[in-house]
C-alpha cells in the first residue's frame, strides 16, 4: 500500500455497529504501523439517525475529517446513508453498499418519501458494490453480524492483508462474538462483485 493518507468514510443508521467497524479498521491500521486519526459523528443514533466515522491513516495524519470528494472508500449499511455521503467520495473511489433499507423518521412519519433508485444512483456516479449482507446475516442465524459481512466485502479494497484483518478482528470483537464475526468477514471478503 503506499504512504498517501486513506480516507475511509463509515455510515449508517444508529444500532447498525458502525462504531465497532472502525474501531476494527483503526486497530488494524495501527497494526500497519500507520498514523491513524478516528472521528465519530453521532446524529439521533438511538431513533435511527445517521452515524458518520471517519478513519483516516498513512504515515502522518494532520485531522481526523475526512473532506468532500476525498473518501478513498465509503462504507453504507443502508442505501440511504450510502446516498446521503456519496458527495464525499474520490472519483476513483469505491462504494461498499449493504442492500437495505431503514425508513427515516421523516418517512415514518409521512414527512418526506424514501427515494427510489438509490442504487442505480450509485452505481452511475462510479464503482459501487452492492452487498445482500443483512439477509445473508440472517441465513447464518447472525442477523447482528451483517456490519462484519460488509466489512468483508470492503477490506478488498483497502490493501491489508486477510490474516490481519482475522487477527484484527479476534482482538477487537467481544470474546463470545469472534467466530461469529469471523464466518461474517470471511463471508463477506469471499462474496462475489455484484
Same mark, same amino acid.
Given at each position: 500500500?503506499?504512504?498517501?493518507?486513506?480516507?475511509?468514510?463509515?455510515?449508517?443508521?444508529?444500532?447498525?455497529?458502525?462504531?465497532?467497524?472502525?474501531?476494527?479498521?483503526?486497530?488494524?491500521?495501527?497494526?500497519?504501523?500507520?498514523?491513524?486519526?478516528?472521528?465519530?459523528?453521532?446524529?439521533?443514533?438511538?431513533?435511527?439517525?445517521?452515524?458518520?466515522?471517519?478513519?483516516? /491513516?498513512?504515515?502522518?495524519?494532520?485531522?481526523?475529517?475526512?473532506?468532500?470528494?476525498?473518501?478513498?472508500?465509503?462504507?453504507?449499511?443502508?442505501?440511504?446513508?450510502?446516498?446521503?455521503?456519496?458527495?464525499?467520495?474520490?472519483?476513483?473511489?469505491?462504494?461498499?453498499?449493504?442492500?437495505?433499507?431503514?425508513?427515516?423518521?421523516?418517512?415514518?412519519?409521512?414527512?418526506?418519501? /424514501?427515494?427510489?433508485?438509490?442504487?442505480?444512483?450509485?452505481?452511475?456516479?462510479?464503482?459501487?458494490?452492492?452487498?445482500?449482507?443483512?439477509?445473508?446475516?440472517?441465513?447464518?442465524?447472525?442477523?447482528?453480524?451483517?456490519?462484519?459481512?460488509?466489512?468483508?466485502?470492503?477490506?478488498? /479494497?483497502?490493501?491489508?492483508?486477510?490474516?490481519?484483518?482475522?487477527?484484527?478482528?479476534?482482538?477487537?470483537?467481544?470474546?463470545?462474538?469472534?467466530?461469529?464475526?469471523?464466518?461474517?468477514?470471511?463471508?463477506? /471478503?469471499?462474496?462475489?462483485?455484484?
Amino acid at each position: 500500500m503506499d504512504m498517501c493518507v486513506k480516507n475511509i468514510m463509515i455510515v449508517g443508521v444508529g444500532g447498525q455497529g458502525t462504531l465497532l467497524t472502525s474501531r476494527i479498521l483503526g486497530n488494524l491500521a495501527i497494526r500497519g504501523g500507520y498514523d491513524v486519526k478516528l472521528s465519530e459523528v453521532h446524529g439521533m443514533a438511538q431513533r435511527g439517525g445517521s452515524v458518520v466515522t471517519f478513519v483516516r /491513516y498513512g504515515e502522518q495524519v494532520a485531522e481526523p475529517i475526512v473532506e468532500q470528494g476525498q473518501a478513498d472508500v465509503l462504507i453504507a449499511f443502508e442505501r440511504l446513508e450510502a446516498l446521503r455521503y456519496l458527495h464525499f467520495l474520490k472519483e476513483d473511489g469505491v462504494v461498499i453498499v449493504n442492500d437495505w433499507r431503514i425508513d427515516p423518521i421523516t418517512v415514518v412519519t409521512g414527512a418526506a418519501v /424514501y427515494p427510489e433508485g438509490i442504487l442505480e444512483t450509485l452505481k452511475g456516479a462510479g464503482r459501487t458494490v452492492v452487498v445482500e449482507a443483512t439477509e445473508t446475516a440472517k441465513k447464518m442465524g447472525v442477523p447482528k453480524a451483517f456490519n462484519v459481512i460488509v466489512l468483508g466485502a470492503a477490506a478488498r /479494497y483497502m490493501g491489508f492483508d486477510r490474516e490481519d484483518w482475522t487477527q484484527v478482528i479476534r482482538e477487537t470483537v467481544p470474546p463470545k462474538t469472534v467466530e461469529i464475526n469471523l464466518r461474517a468477514f470471511e463471508t463477506g /471478503y469471499s462474496m462475489e462483485e455484484a
